[in-house]
Every structure is written in C-alpha cells, then in structure tokens.
C-alpha cells in the first residue's frame, strides 16, 4: 500500500509519502484509534490534569505510526512501479538501459540465493526490488571479483573487489562532504552503477572508488 501524492519531475514522476505492504497493521492502527481516543476522552472528562495527555495521546499517535512503520520498505515494488508507468519512457532509467549487453559470464545472487538463468538489466531491477533490508546482492565473475552492494533504509551501500583483499573498494558519492550520505545511492543509482559493471561500461561520473583496508584471509 502506498500513501502519498504523485507529481511530475524532470524525470517525469516523483512519488512523496509512505509505503508498505502491512494492510492489516494499517487496519489495526485505524481501529485502535478511535477507542484510545475515547477512553482518553472519558478519563479526560474526570480530571483537567488528563486534557494535556489527552492531546498529547491524539497528536502522538499518528505520527509514531508514520515513523516507526515497519514494514514500509516492502512498499518499494509499488513505488517503483509506479515511477516506472507513469514516467516518460525515454527517461526511465530501466528504458535507458534494457538494451545493454551483458558479459554473459557474470552471476547474480540476492540473499544467498544465486538467480537462475543469464543476467539482464531486468533481472538487476528486479534483484533490488526483491532485496530485503540487509540482504547482499551480489554480481560476480569469480570468488575474488564482484560487486555488492546491501540496503539500507531504502538506500544503498556499495563495493567491489578486483582480486585479492588488497583491490577491495566501497563507493563514495563525488562532491559530497557529508559522511553519513556519502556512501548512500538511490535506487535509480545503484542500477546505473550494477549495469555499467555488469556491461564494462566506464563508472557513473557520481561515484570514486575508494580502497577498504581487508584483513587476509
């Protein structure tokens, strides 16, 4: 379930709100409202202390709901559907790259699970939607030679290893200063960073590399 609003953007549609797959937990909340709403308007009725927790009660709840949601990541196959159908399609990042050639020695697994059949630019969108929150999505030639990148909060961390534990790298946004958000992309990012990689393309201009001290193995 998505709540929010849909506006048009450069990039054809911006979608604004929460979303997630708990129907039931939405229900509930709604349920339980209006009855914790009335009992705290019979305690209320009592005693004038009560009317400041009273409104304090009714304003909280709402917004403890919306931020602690917990299941809204798994609201991301709608969000990106829709971003997809009503955007333009010459500016669907998914468009844009659906024609790319992949190294057919390459190998994708999300959570463990290597995903059957050739790698395409449809499988890398749909590996990331499928991703839970922490799962690895992995793209690889060999044991010491891969891409990987976890989510997190909706965003993404990456890295890759060229070789041994000396050529391991993790991603850095280009030009921002800011250490909490430097190592973070957007869906739309990460699937322009697996393509270039999966098709030897040269990096996203947003991204440097940057080596991680490994310990050997």
Known sequence: ML???????????????RAGADLNGVVMAAL?????IWIMFKIASNS??????????????PLIFWMAHKDRRQGEPLVRFLQDVTAEKSSSVLSTVAAVRISPTLKLSVGGEEVAGPVTPGGLHQALLDAGEGDFIILHSA?????QTMAKDGRFFIEKR??????HFQALR?????KS?????????????LVAYASDQAKPSFISWQRLDMPSS
């Open 32 to 36: 339980i409202l209006l009855p914790t």
């Open 143 to 147: 044991p010491e030679r891969y891409i």
């Open 3 to 17: 709540f929010g609003w849909v506006s048009k953007s450069e990039k054809g549609c911006t979608i604004r709100g």
């Open 48 to 61: 004038d202390g009560f009317w400041p927790l009273l409104i304090v009660a009714s304003l909280s709840f």
């Open 174 to 178: 280009v030009g921002v200063g800011d």
């Open 181 to 193: 958000s430097e190592r973070l992309f957007s869906f739309d990012e990460m699937l322009s960073v």
């Open 162 to 167: 060229d070789g041994g534990h000396m050529q």
